[in-house]
Every structure is written in C-alpha cells, then in structure tokens.
C-alpha cells in the first residue's frame, strides 16, 4: 500500500470513517498509452525538408498511405491528388509518406532540396516527404523491404502504392496506374479510418 493511500485511509479514519471514495482511489490512473508502434512503423528516415531523423513511430494509429514518388514522370501529377486525399482525410487519421526514389527511368534524379522545392512549389505538398532513397533491389529502404515481404509485391514504378491499416498489420499495395481518387482506393481509405 502506497503512503498517499495509508494517509488517506488514517484521515478517513479519524474523520469517523466519512471519506469520499475519490479520495480513497488506488494510485493515480496514469494517462492513457498513445498507440503501440507497430515493428512495420519502427523505423526512421531523414526528412526530405532538412534531412533531420525523424522515427516513423509518430504515425502509429494512424492510416498510412506509402508512396514511391518521382518529380519527372507521367504520374507525377498524382501529387495533386495525394495531396488532396491527405487534406480531405488528415484529421481522421490518414497519413499520406511520400519516398522520392530514382529507381524507374532515372526520374527523380535531384537532390533533397530540389525534390522538396518542386513538391512544395509545383504541387503545394504538405504531407510528409522522406529522403530519397530505393525502394527496390538490392539497396531497398528497410520500410519497402517490409512490405514487399508482407505483400509479396515489389513498386513496379513510381507512385506504387501501399495501404497500411491503423493496427500497422494490414497492407495493400496498388499500381501506379491506381489514382489517388481511385474508387476503390478511397473506399479502402474510409474503410480503414472507420476501424477503430
């Protein structure tokens, strides 16, 4: 028995017994646990912005839409649409992570600041960017090796996509050609939100 609870029981005690149980409460109910990380989320990247680390643990809880991006390719407009996803979504919890990768066609060829000036500048993004890095082969990125072994699929080419449910277990991976407007995309987008 703590201290605090014996005090409390020898005032209850010496006032003949009359306590308010608020007061004769257990230890103090500690705030609840922000959302376990999911070992698919633990993990850090720099930020595109200014290349400082930055734990992919802050989105745990969160719906996550991972996406390989390139500034000069046929997709590369689906920025616009990413972004717009993101902004409608945001506040019930989706998260849009943009990885810049040369991979397909050498179409992301820039350094950190030149890719983060052309999303900001071109396209207006604000959700979050990450270094660039591969997302295939040899070199993959720790988050991409994840989940092509959860999916079995590898990014055929800029702007695959990959689904992440709140509990961080759950992936679905869509092609480039899958627009952020997708029908379907966004019907699993409202779906997972709902999941508590």
Same mark, same amino acid.
């Given at each position: &028995?703590?201290?605090?609870?014996?005090?409390?029981?020898? #005032?209850?005690?010496?006032?003949?017994?009359?306590?308010?149980?608020?007061?004769?409460?257990?230890?103090?109910? /500690?705030?609840?646990?922000?959302?376990?990380? /999911? #070992?698919?989320?633990?993990? %850090?990247? /720099?930020?595109?912005? $200014?290349?400082?680390?930055?734990?992919?643990?802050? *989105?745990?809880? !969160?719906?996550?839409?991972?996406?390989?991006?390139?500034?000069?390719?046929?997709?590369?407009?689906?920025?616009?649409?990413?972004?717009?996803?993101?902004?409608? *979504?945001?506040?019930?919890? =989706?998260?849009?992570?943009?990885? /810049?990768?040369?991979?397909?066609?050498?179409?992301?060829?820039?350094?950190?600041?030149?890719?983060?000036?052309?999303?900001?500048?071109?396209?207006?993004?604000?959700?979050? &960017?990450?270094?660039?890095?591969?997302?295939?082969? $040899?070199?993959?990125?720790?988050?991409?090796?994840? =989940?092509?072994?959860? %999916?079995?699929?590898?990014?055929?080419?800029?702007? *695959?996509? *990959?689904?992440?449910?709140?509990?961080?277990?759950? #992936?679905?991976?869509?092609?480039? &050609? %899958?627009?952020?407007? $997708?029908? $379907?995309?966004?019907?699993?987008?409202?779906?997972?939100?709902?999941? !508590?």
């Amino acid at each position: &028995m703590s201290a605090r609870r014996s005090l409390l029981l020898m #005032v209850a005690a010496a006032l003949g017994g009359t306590m308010p149980a608020l007061c004769l409460a257990a230890e103090p109910v /500690p705030a609840a646990n922000s959302a376990a990380c /999911p #070992v698919l989320l633990n993990k %850090t990247f /720099p930020r595109l912005q $200014d290349e400082k680390p930055q734990s992919l643990c802050q *989105y745990a809880g !969160k719906v996550v839409l991972v996406v390989n991006t390139a500034s000069y390719c046929g997709f590369t407009p689906q920025f616009k649409g990413l972004e717009a996803l993101y902004a409608k *979504y945001k506040d019930q919890g =989706l998260v849009v992570l943009g990885f /810049p990768s040369n991979d397909f066609g050498n179409q992301d060829p820039g350094n950190a600041k030149q890719i983060a000036d052309f999303c900001e500048n071109t396209y207006g993004v604000k959700f979050p &960017m990450f270094g660039k890095s591969h997302v295939r082969g $040899d070199e993959v990125n720790p988050l991409h090796a994840s =989940l092509i072994k959860l %999916t079995g699929t590898t990014p055929k080419w800029n702007f *695959y996509k *990959y689904l992440i449910t709140r509990d961080g277990r759950t #992936v679905t991976a869509y092609s480039s &050609m %899958t627009a952020p407007d $997708d029908r $379907d995309l966004v019907a699993e987008v409202e779906k997972s939100l709902a999941a !508590k």
